[in-house]
Structures are given as structure tokens and as C-alpha cells.
């Protein structure tokens, strides 16, 4: 790989120079603004080695830098090895920006031009960076030159997959019923028309689904809703007759996706929606601006508050993942004692269990299965360079979820194998306080996640311990498994939380070189009481599988979260125990027992 790395470096350096630039960024993103991306865009894992869902690369005719947040920096180190890359860690002290680090490689020097393909990045990361490198010297920033088309020779082509419909009765709303809330919502805004982007928001919004971006059942595409119509821009190769006539039926036009830059200069509302941050640099600069308004878009909040049907298909896919992973709970132990398994067939033996279930289309991301120090890399993915064998000690970091048709699911376990050490007992007990306090927490409508985060980290911020990714996620409908606008995190994220919303609990600590602990259930958000003071909320655990109870050191838990224990997993049994073997059963019911203090 290193090799490798090394020869893309200097091959798109013998280009730089032939185009007169001294460094060019690569961003994460793709031109939809993605978390998760087609092979297509993946180009800065393609020029850096680097695998992860987050990070930059910058790279200069000299030097070649890496920047990323601590979900990846024991794997970036690793994956970075042996090449020019530096790895820059962000919101670590010390820790220079891009535009900082840039300033510093060219300290003196004029004429800095600096590449990054505009129709990737948002325009307002291309325009922050424009002005910011402005402010440092004498920088120009080019937009429209995607070194990759020369020098990625055998790079995949976007993706051609079919769509398909996602029925009524897993959906809840006809598509007629989203415009007419989509449209009154940009009405509030003065507006009368939006590009739609994100490929999950065109997703829920068209009621279709796809398979073009790994574990995501989305589509390429843009969608254009204006005031009387709506234009899907889409390569035809992916329209199926059926699908073809729905749109048709839906009153929903459709053009080649390559034609959306075009039809841009087109629009003959009175206002075009634009937001800096979901748009790309190329995109935002095709729109007339006289004919623009900047705002926000209404989709996401809209697709995060599910309808009775979504929740309802919720219940149904987790009593499936339930059964699923009960299966493979009983099944773990005795398979390590008996030898031979490892961390990527323990991934394949879950995976197989989701797939003997109904309306099962595939994994939700790629799971983590991480034994003893692994489980502290916080997105650790098992290849067969790293895979070793699992032992009848210790402890094993499960997370993983499914995409089944009417629910997308989302869960860890951390599980104890055999004996472990006191301060893994003690750290997995910390843990546990965590995420049932979380669960347990009652709160005013319209509170944000940051406002509430810190009931998961109380007990481990008492001694010193926290971790830095988020706290909690929103999850998609059979869409995306990371959803927003709303997070549970330390970081401010004012996104409201309100009634019908989904969210991860999944508070976690990690000791390199030691071992990790994650717990993680996917809540939904429902209607607690009113009172004088407004409406309140409450938690509803949606995932349904029992939290391994050997590694509890019961001496630190309260009598509220031994009960809050005790009741779920009287739920975990009263759900599942009906659609079990009996053998199955007999498992389930030993380890959902009530624990007596």
C-alpha cells in the first residue's frame, strides 16, 4: 500500500506542476454532501491510503498532510505508514488548521495556488477557505480541476443500479403529501422552489429506494421541486419501466443527471432555497443569485420525525435484529471455547443470522467487532491483515445493524468472554450508568441533544474518563443508519429534539492498547406529560437484546438503574420469547433474569 501510495503522490505531483499548483485538498465529500459515498468520489482515500468516513488530505509538491477526528486516529496512524502523509489531529491542542498548516509550507513564498474540486466541497468550506488562505497571503484557491480524471486510471464509474419503490405501507405518507408540506414550509421562507441534493432526502421524499452507496439504499441524483413541479435528475439507466410509470403517475418529471447544472440558469420561480453548507461550491455558482434566498432546507427535520407506520416498522425490524442477535448472543461463548473463531467469523456469523430474517437488504455499515485492544478503535473494521483470533477471556465490542425494509436498526454489545480484569468490570459499569441514565432522562420539547448529553457522561466524567465522539445519532427509515439534523453530543448542535424522532444511546470508554466498551440502543422519542411548564419528552428503547450482565460491578449502580435493567430486559423477554426455539428461550430467560441486590 505504501508503495502504492507513493506512486499516486508523485503522479499527481508531475500534474500539479504541469498546472502551475502548489497543493491541492481533498475533501471526504462527494458532490451530494454524503457522509457515506460511491466508490466514484472516495478520491482522497484513493490519493492517501486512508479509509475512514471523515478526513482531508492536503498535499503539496514536498509534503502531504492528513487531517481527522479521533474516531480514526489509531487507524490513520496505521493506515499512513511508510508514506509523506503527516497525520493532523482535529480539535487536538496544537493541532493546525489546513489554512494554517498551509501558511506555514509556503511561509514567504507568492503566487500560492491551491486546488480543490469545487463540486465536491460546500460552498461555504470553498468560500471559508478562499478568504481564510486571503487572510494568510498570497493565495488564489482553483475550484474547477479535478486532478483525478488524469490520474485515477482505473477509477469506478458512478453507479448505474436500479431503484425501486418503497411501498406505502412501509413509507406512511404519499409523495403528493411531502411536496405539499415541502412547499408550504418554503413558503414560510419566501421561497418557492429547492435543489435537493442529499440522497437520502430525495429518497424519503420520492418514497424510492436504491443500492449506489454501500449499506445506504439510496440513489444518485438530484431533485428539483418547484412551486408546480418537480424534475428528478437521474442517469435513465436506473429507471425500471414500473418505476418509470410511478414517477409519472407521482407527476414527477425526469431528466439526465448530467443536465442539472443546465437547468439551473432555467428556473423561473421567484426564489431558489440555497443553503451554503448542503450545497456544492459548483453547484451554488450555477444558481441565478438574483433568483436565490439563503435558508435552510425543511426535508431533514421533516424525515427525522417518523410517522405511526415508520415507528411501527421500527418495532417490527427490531423484534427481527432481536431475534437475530439472540441467536448469535446463545451461540458466542461456546463457539470461542471451542477455538477457531476470530474476529471477521464472528462478523460473518451475525451477518448470517440478520439475513435468515424477513425483509432483510443488507448490513446498515460495516460492522465492528472489535476483541481487547481492538474494541479500542473506536471504528475498527476487521480486514484479514488485522483479524485475530477471539479467546474465551476478555472482552469483545460488538456494533453492528441491519437494513431491513420497514426499519433500519443500530446496536452494540459489549460482551465478556470469559474472566476479566477489575478495571474492565469497573470501566463496562461506568459505561452501563451511562447509557441507562441517558435513557432514563426526561426532557422539555425542543431541547437539543447538547443540552442532555451530559447524563451520559456524569458517572465517568466523576473519574476522569470520556470519550469524543457523539453520544447519539438519528436513524434513518430503511435510509441512512446516521440521520440528522438532531445529535446527542458534548459539541453545540441546537437541532430540536421532538416527539417521533430516533437516537442512539451509545456512550462508550476506550483505553488504547487495553480494550473499549460501547452500549448502544437505538431510542425513540415520545410524549412524556404536560405541565404548567410545556410539553416533555421521554425515551422508548427500540432495540431489543440483552445487555450482558457478568461484567456489571452491581455495587455501583443505583436501585433506579438496577430497575431500569431489569424492565428492559423483561421487555428484551416478553417480545422476543414468542418467535424463539425453545432452546432459544431457555437462553433468553436465564439472561434477562431479574437481578436481586
Not at 195 to 218: F, K, Q, T, Y
Not at 227 to 234: N, P
Not at 263 to 276: C, I, K, M, R, W
Request: with cysteine.
Amino acid at each position: 500500500m505504501e508503495n502504492k501510495i507513493q506512486q499516486r503522490l508523485q503522479k499527481l505531483r508531475k500534474l500539479m506542476k504541469k498546472r502551475k499548483l502548489s497543493a491541492f485538498i481533498f475533501p471526504s465529500t462527494d458532490p451530494h454532501q454524503g457522509e457515506y459515498i460511491p466508490d466514484h468520489w472516495k478520491g482522497r482515500e484513493w490519493i492517501s491510503g486512508f479509509d475512514g468516513s471523515a478526513g482531508t488530505a492536503v498535499v503539496t509538491l514536498k509534503s502531504a498532510a492528513l487531517w481527522t477526528d479521533s474516531r480514526y486516529f489509531i487507524a490513520a496512524e496505521e493506515q499512513l505508514k511508510g508514506t509523506d502523509y503527516v497525520l493532523m489531529k482535529e480539535r487536538v491542542e496544537g493541532t493546525p488548521t489546513i489554512s494554517e498548516w498551509l501558511s506555514n509550507e509556503f511561509k514567504g513564498c507568492e503566487d500560492i495556488n491551491v486546488g480543490i474540486n469545487g463540486s465536491l466541497c460546500s460552498n461555504i468550506y470553498a468560500t471559508e477557505l478562499i478568504w481564510d488562505l486571503r487572510d494568510r497571503g498570497d493565495f488564489y484557491v482553483h475550484t474547477d480541476f479535478d486532478p483525478l480524471e488524469e490520474i485515477w486510471n482505473d477509477r469506478p464509474s458512478i453507479p448505474k443500479n436500479k431503484i425501486e419503490i418503497q411501498p406505502l405501507q412501509y413509507a406512511g405518507e404519499t409523495v403528493a403529501s411531502k411536496l405539499a408540506r415541502i412547499r408550504k414550509a418554503l413558503a414560510e421562507q419566501q421561497a418557492d422552489g429547492i435543489l435537493v441534493s442529499a440522497l437520502d432526502e430525495i429518497a424519503w421524499v420520492l418514497n424510492l429506494r436504491g443500492s449506489d452507496v454501500h449499506c445506504n439504499p439510496v440513489f444518485v441524483s438530484y431533485l428539483l421541486i418547484e412551486a408546480t413541479k418537480a424534475t428528478l435528475f437521474i442517469d435513465h439507466d436506473k429507471l425500471t419501466t414500473e418505476v418509470q410509470s410511478y414517477l409519472e403517475k407521482e407527476q414527477i418529471g425526469t431528466r439526465d443527471y448530467d443536465e442539472m447544472l443546465l437547468a439551473l440558469p432555467e428556473y423561473d420561480g421567484e426564489a431558489l432555497l440555497v443553503n451554503s453548507e448542503e450545497m456544492s461550491h459548483k453547484v451554488y455558482n450555477a444558481i441565478n443569485c438574483r433568483r436565490a434566498v439563503a435558508g435552510t432546507s425543511p426535508i431533514p427535520e421533516m424525515k427525522a420525525v417518523k410517522n405511526e407506520t415508520e415507528i411501527e416498522g421500527f418495532k417490527r425490524a427490531m423484534i427481527r435484529d432481536g431475534v437475530a442477535m439472540v441467536k448469535f448472543l446463545k451461540w458466542l461463548k461456546p463457539a470461542v471455547e471451542a477455538g477457531g473463531q476470530t474476529e471477521i467469523s464472528l462478523e460473518k456469523k451475525l451477518t448470517s443470522l440478520r439475513a435468515e430474517q424477513d425483509l432483510f437488504r443488507g448490513i446498515s455499515f460495516d460492522s465492528i467487532v472489535g476483541y481487547e485492544a481492538h474494541g479500542a478503535i473506536v471504528h475498527y473494521e476487521a480486514t484479514p491483515q488485522t483479524d485475530i483470533p477471539v479467546e474465551p477471556h476478555g472482552l469483545v465490542l460488538i456494533d453492528s445493524g441491519a437494513q431491513y425494509q420497514d426499519g433500519t436498526t443500530d446496536i452494540t454489545r459489549t460482551i465478556a468472554l470469559g474472566d476479566i480484569t477489575d478495571e474492565q468490570r469497573h470501566i463496562y459499569t461506568l459505561v452501563l450508568k451511562g447509557h441507562i441514565q441517558l435513557d432514563l432522562c426526561k426532557f422539555p420539547d425542543g431541547a437539543c441533544g447538547s443540552q442532555i448529553d451530559a447524563f451520559a457522561r456524569q458517572a465517568m466524567w466523576r473519574e476522569g474518563y470520556n470519550f469524543m465522539h457523539g453520544t447519539g445519532h438519528g436513524v434513518g427509515s430503511y435510509l441512512n443508519v446516521h440521520e440528522g439534523p438532531h445529535q446527542i453530543r458534548m459539541e453545540w448542535r441546537p437541532a430540536p429534539l421532538h416527539a417521533g424522532m430516533t437516537v442512539t444511546d451509545e456512550p462508550g470508554i476506550y483505553l488504547a492498547g487495553k480494550f473499549g466498551v460501547r452500549i448502544e440502543n437505538t431510542l425513540y422519542i415520545k410524549p412524556y406529560k404536560k405541565t404548567d411548564f410545556g410539553t416533555f419528552l421521554q425515551f422508548e428503547s427500540l432495540t431489543l437484546a440483552p445487555i450482558d450482565t457478568a461484567p456489571i460491578d452491581f455495587d455501583l449502580l443505583t436501585a433506579e438503574e438496577v430497575e431500569w435493567l431489569n424492565r428492559y430486559h423483561a421487555r428484551v423477554y416478553e417480545t422476543l420469547s414468542p418467535h424463539l426455539s425453545e432452546e432459544e428461550r431457555a437462553w433468553l430467560a436465564e439472561n434477562t433474569a431479574a437481578v436481586k441486590l
